[in-house]
């Protein structure tokens, strides 16, 4: 099955990610948190893309300590 209009992008957990103190040890809470604010701030990235006429593939993943907790 092909991922379809949105191509599959990985979103490290840990010091690379951005997240404050990387991934606790056996991957807790903390961090998937930070990777859901992530995936949900590319998707509004790309649909803003999409609706002004702009190429959603643009869209880029941003730090969690710049994503993490906005509200949209």
Known sequence: ??????????????PESGHP???????????W????????DLLRQRRAEAEFGENPDDAQVRPSSQVEGAQG
């Open 1 to 14: 099955m092909s991922s379809g209009y949105f191509p599959r992008r990985r979103i490290p957990c840990g």
């Open 21 to 31: 103190g990387g991934a606790p040890a056996g991957g807790g809470s903390a961090c």
């Open 33 to 40: 948190n930070a990777k859901l604010d992530q995936c949900s």
